[in-house]
């Protein structure tokens, strides 16, 4: 059993005051499959970069396993996965162990003869992803570090990424989809907001023990409040007492007829002082204890939507619909009904023309046949998964898209984003963080119909729990495609399959 081992790890990038790590110690087993998850711009890659000492730091990291990291840059996109595996891994010689890459690539149920002979580039973005976990995991006792593979995986191939990981033994996979890390972990390493630790089990248990762990601390803590509002009370009553009783000693004492016990007068209020000070030694052990608690609560407020009310009835209605590129249909003719408070899922392997639908109900004019029917007077916002058109800052994002920006900025508060994070070009901000950017400029415009596509892409789970909570108290109009199965079933009131024409 090989292990890494991490201590007084502390980290902040150049000319940034703030620690991205502060004094972190802890131990990995390699033969862990380990889920690691966080909010956006916590440090997840950061601490993965740090375990291939690609930056400098604080402290100590010691392992004897070799990191690999996943995704890799492939040099020339013109090579076929072939030529790419001898590349990455020398120690596969040609035509003599090729045989590794092909079992590989048939775990995961893709044909090594339909895959591996082309140009890499003339793959799709999920083939590419299943192909370089396939080259990676050729190689022996190496250490692979997963960062955001579904990201390019549709349902269907996230369930099957999950089933191959599931079947390897040593990795550290950051993803935000919770179905795929239930399925292929067996620790979670956390960074939470006041620390860094590792569990036993799943996302789910982790979860259930987060929730159990924050009730018990939101319990101790009103205990705790109320404890040091009595001591506050009982502290104060003595002290007034003691006072009290010392005074009276002094008068008594200076009276001719002096007939009153000053020393038990002196020792009732020394005791009384006494009293007083123990009232404010518990107080201040009930406060340190108190200070304890709450650290790792993740701060989850509750996020709006700015939904204009229009007349229940129909408001898209599709017949025998279909899309053309170049002649060619690329889905099968396809009806739908969207009514007044649907949440209708476009579900489908990637390709099958779920973006294109999207595009011709927004407007834009493609090559299709039978009939669309779209309602008056639709306010619709749209989320699309591009993030390439972002940049400048949020006052000028907010500007441009004609939003209030108090209120803008107010959901990115509640979406985990610090004041400092304000200060910042969007071009700087993580993948999560311009995902955010998205939805909270889509709470914050007036609309009736939303339209969001892969929202959630790149976005850390517990904000994934935190839209779809949104989602579903709000109870909005919505088309929305996502892979994300946990999210995707339990919002989606309606859902359209979209076979792909072969």
């Known amino acids: 059993m090989a292990v890494i081992e991490v201590k007084n790890l502390s980290f902040s990038y150049p000319d940034c005051f703030d620690l991205i790590f502060n004094d972190v110690s802890l131990t990995i087993d390699t033969n862990w499959n380990l889920g690691f998850i966080g909010g956006n711009g916590k440090g997840k890659t950061t601490f993965l970069n740090l375990l291939m000492k690609k930056y400098e ?7 004897s396993v070799k990191f690999d990291y996943f995704p890799f840059e ?7 996965p072939y030529e790419i595996t001898c590349e990455i891994n020398p120690n596969i010689k040609e035509n003599y162990e090729l045989w590794k890459i092909d079992k590989e690539v048939s775990l995961l149920g893709m044909n090594p003869d339909e895959v591996l002979n082309k140009p890499f580039n003339t793959l799709s973005k999920g083939e590419q992803t299943k192909i370089l976990l396939a080259i990676l995991f050729t190689k022996d006792n190496n250490f692979l570090l997963i960062d955001e593979p579904t990201n390019h995986l549709d349902s269907d191939s996230r369930k099957i990424v999950a089933n191959y990981l599931n079947n390897k033994q040593g990795f550290i996979l950051v993803s935000h989809d919770r179905n795929f890390l239930d399925s292929c972990i067996d620790h979670v390493l956390s960074i939470n907001r006041a620390n860094i630790e590792i569990q036993k089990g799943n996302f789910s248990s982790w979860l259930l023990n987060k929730k159990r762990q924050d009730a018990f601390e939101l319990s101790e803590n009103e205990k705790l409040k109320k404890e040091i509002s009595r001591l506050e009370v009982s502290a104060r009553k003595a002290a007034i007492f003691a006072s009290k009783t010392e005074a009276k000693k002094f008068r008594d004492s200076t009276q001719s007829d002096n007939r009153v016990d000053t020393g038990f007068v002196g020792k009732k209020a020394a005791k009384m002082m006494q009293r007083s000070l123990n009232a404010q030694n518990r107080k201040a052990k009930a406060a340190e204890e108190k200070s304890l608690l709450l650290k790792n609560i993740e701060k989850v407020d509750n996020l709006k939507l700015n939904i204009v009310d229009f007349r229940p009835g129909v408001v898209i209605w599709a017949k025998d619909l279909s899309i053309s590129y170049d002649g060619n249909e690329i889905f099968d003719e396809l009806s739908f009904v969207l009514e007044k408070g649907d949440r209708l899922q476009l579900k489908g392997s990637n390709g099958c023309g779920k973006s294109s639908i999207i595009k011709l109900i927004l407007g834009e004019e493609l090559d299709y046949s039978g009939d669309l029917y779209k309602s008056n007077n639709l306010l619709i ?15 000028y994002y907010a500007k441009k898209h004609m939003i209030d920006e108090s209120i803008f900025k107010a959901i990115l508060r509640k979406l985990d984003f610090s004041r400092e994070q304000f200060e910042k070009n969007i071009e700087d901000f993580s993948e999560g963080q311009k995902k955010k950017v998205l939805i909270a400029r889509s709470l914050t415009e007036k609309a009736n119909l939303y339209i969001w596509d892969e929202p959630l892409n790149y976005i850390d789970v517990l904000s994934r729990i935190q839209i779809e909570d949104l989602i579903l108290k709000n109870r909005p109009t919505m088309i929305f495609v996502e892979h994300d199965d946990s999210f995707a079933n339990n919002i989606a009131t309606k859902v359209v399959n979209i076979k792909k024409m072969s």
């Open 57 to 63: 730091y604080r402290g100590s990291i010691n392992s």
């Open 381 to 395: 916002s749209y989320v699309s998964q591009d993030t390439s058109e972002l940049k400048g800052n949020l006052t």
């Open 74 to 80: 492939v040099s020339n996109l013109e090579k076929t």
